[in-house]
């Protein structure tokens, strides 16, 4: 039994009574915030406030000023594989919550406390309602240090104790405004490992993208548009094919890409690759600790985020993992909620895949990461798009993606494409390493000085 006996002078003038918020972990942190020097964040920022309240997705567009949401908080730093952008009209209209690079954003709701750095790519940013920015008077306190004591264990037990006792996990403005910095005199060397981390991801993003502009270069779809049509003539024989009758299935876009893959020895993804879907043991099933449940939200095309993780118990994931917990080299691909999402299993996973989740196994002579490029690219994204449209929720079927088009570019090709591909992740893996050591650091450096 664990259990913390409390004074009644302590119960944090009455305002907390759950016995959650007075867990031993909490009261030991709490103690070693006692005995150094800190600083609340109202104290280091010149703001802390929640997002846009009322922007529609009818307002985003392809480039601009960058949208952060929940989704692109992860790890401490900034996804941009999914980001939205305001035209600078309605970012100007929404200019109290601007935000600039080194400022910080968290998760409000849902995934709860995840917090990123903005990096300089842009210099202005704005965030939505779900999302908690910060800008922070940097003449007071390096951001580098702040990212990392936030991602510590100091950081991520406050930011866990403020969202207990919530009947749904959310954090409020004042929890963040209260949380404590402990101040060391070595916050400067954090500098470039933040620095460093930020060079790596660059070079990332830079590998990856040239992987991409190679695929699409060698389609014909660099660039790619197409006439925004308000009308298809369909044949019946079509629509008894697809069987679907829903126009937005035949728009004009849809018909194009697939045109310009059929040039290039298409080949159906299930020609390809063997299907196994994942499987969904309820949410009842969940533990706080055991083997990895890999879902939809902790899937991206970089890896599986292990800050969103669920667990199951160790009993069943021994009856689940013969059929269920995919190998090195296979891909997973999602097909629920957000499909299309393509990542190559890299190093050995101990952990059971969701039902939203498909398991791709190859079985034709491609190359994996070439393979899960054009699932991730406007080749694959489009058809996905195609496909699971026309629903409240998305959902694409495992019928509809065995059908998909694959383009099959010369072996030479292809090995130019995912060596490029393996860089990036290589620079990645690297970027994170130096992250997790960042935090260890700040960690050490605070116990040494009890």
Known sequence: MVYSIIKKSHLEGALRLDAEYYQPEFLNIKNIFFNRKNNDFRELS???KKGIFDISPEKYIKSGIPLVRVQNIKNGMIDNSNMVYLSEKNHNIENKTELSDFDFVLSKIGTVGEIALLDPKYKKWNFSQNVIGIKLKKEKISPAYVLFFLLSKFGQLQIKRAEMGQVQPKLELEDIRNLKIIRI??????????????????KAELFYQQAENILLEELGLKDFNYDKSLFSIVNLSEVVNANRIDAEYFQEKYKKLVKKIKLNKAKKLGDLVSIKKGFEPGSEEYHEEGRLFIRVSTLSKNGINLTEEKYLSEKLYQELKKDYNPEVGE?????????GIAYVIKEPVEGIMSGGILRLKLKENIDVEYLTLCLNSIVGQMQAERDSGGSVIAHWK?????KLLIPILPKPTQQKIADLIRQSHEARKKAKELLEEAKKKVEEIIRERR
């Open 46 to 48: 010149m703001f802390v």
């Open 331 to 339: 891909i997973l691909l999602t097909k629920d909620a957000t499909p």
């Open 398 to 402: 495992p019928e509809q993606i065995k």
């Open 185 to 202: 005199k070595e916050e400067k060397i954090f500098q470039d490992y933040l620095e460093k981390i930020l060079e790596l991801r660059s």
